[in-house]
């Protein structure tokens, strides 16, 4: 006879992994189903590295939800034990800001509100600590010192391990219209594949796009490149974002702005020319050593964007007990636990709804206003 859960969680990426975490520390009997396995190279929560950090421009929300979910991970990771390698690297945060800048201005309010740790720094302490990154446009910046980097496709098999290790039950398996799961009910937590699987609410409201990733070679013996003496940082007027030269992979570089239509099934995960010109080109003018380093690694990896880029967390409005967690817009790898806690408490009936996760604001227009 087959097994009646509580709740079937499909997807076991960050959203997916951490919900059925959490639904299980709460008592539930969990299923946790993916089509291609936890952190796989499809999946948005795929690839190597993900930067946590605590600024968001004016939006506290998730400001907060990033410390509540920063605490979690390392309580996590001190349940896995010592002997793992290091899933969170505590490079910092580095921000990036011209002189008039409205939306760094911003991330130091919202830091403050939230009592975090943050420093700011003049042009000239900036060129001080950090001579490896040129001054190009740069007034000043925000260094967030607790801020860092997940190891993304290790962290999230480490959550999905840990939950099974609890009793949440795992299954690899493709949902098709004829895939039986007894549950009462469904959190689907699918990411790109939100869209496929229910076309008619989701099919415009859900975006996916192609994003590519490069890694370029450091020079040998030279550690200015590496987590000691480089944080991770983001030069958000560029939309780029580079992370230090982490387990030798070398120094990672990705330009954020949303790019075409992508297929996270079928399509080709090969880097384009234009791509490395672009990348290119900013590395030559913001990081001038690398100017000509090589290229060690590429990725592509896709982004499941909100109109605003919000996250969609809400009940599915013909299904009571079917819940949808997604829209991570490219920014929601390091929130994974504070989903988690949120899905779980709704699911249980003891969380209140955030308003601004809700369906009802969803549009098809895109206009990004989370970063």
């Keep these: ?63 907060r939800s990033a410390q509540r979910s920063l605490k979690l991970w390392r309580q996590m990771f001190e349940e896995i034990g010592p002997h793992a390698a290091p899933l969170l690297q505590n490079t910092g945060v580095l921000w990036l800001a011209r002189g008039q800048d409205a939306y760094c201005e911003a991330v130091l309010s919202t830091l403050q509100n939230a009592g975090a740790t943050f420093e700011k720094l003049d042009g000239a302490e900036l060129l001080r600590r950090f001579p490896q990154i040129a001054p190009d446009q740069t007034a000043w910046g925000i260094l967030e010192p607790d ?47 939100l869209p496929k699987l229910f076309p008619e609410l989701l099919g415009e409201l859900i975006h996916v796009t192609r994003q590519e990733v490069f890694f370029f070679g450091v020079p040998s013996g030279d550690e200015r490149f590496g987590p000691r003496a480089l944080p991770a940082w983001i030069d958000f007027n560029d939309l780029v974002y580079g992370i230090p030269n982490l387990e030798g992979r070398g120094f990672k570089m990705a330009i954020d702005a949303h790019g075409p239509q992508f297929d996270p099934d079928t399509g080709e995960r090969v880097v384009s020319p234009e791509g490395l010109n672009a990348a290119r080109s900013y590395l030559a003018r913001r990081i001038p050593l690398l100017a000509d380093a090589p290229v060690l690694e590429t990725r592509v990896c896709q982004y499941e964007n909100t109109s605003n880029g919000d996250f969609l967390i809400d009940r599915h409005p013909e299904f009571e007990n079917v819940w949808i967690a997604g829209g991570g817009s490219g920014h929601g790898f390091k929130h994974g636990p504070a989903v988690g806690e949120y899905v779980a408490a709704m699911i249980g009936g003891t969380g209140t709804a955030e308003p601004r996760f809700s369906l009802a604001t969803k549009q098809k227009v895109q206009l990004r206003q989370v970063f």
Excluded at 159 to 165: L, P, S
């Design 1 to 63: 006879m087959a097994k009646t859960y509580d709740v079937a969680v499909i997807g076991a990426g960050v959203f997916g992994a951490w919900t059925a975490y959490c639904l299980r520390r709460a008592g539930a009997e969990v299923l946790l189903v993916d089509a291609y396995g936890p952190g796989n190279s499809r999946s948005s929560s795929g690839g190597e590295s993900r930067i946590i950090r605590l600024g968001y421009g004016p939006d506290e929300i998730y400001t």
């Design 147 to 193: 801020a860092g980097v997940l190891m993304a496709r290790r962290a999230v098999q480490a959550v999905v391990m840990r939950a099974r290790e609890i009793g949440v039950d795992y299954r690899q398996a493709r949902i098709t219209a004829e895939t039986r799961i007894d549950a009462n009910r469904s959190v689907f937590a699918c990411g790109p594949w």
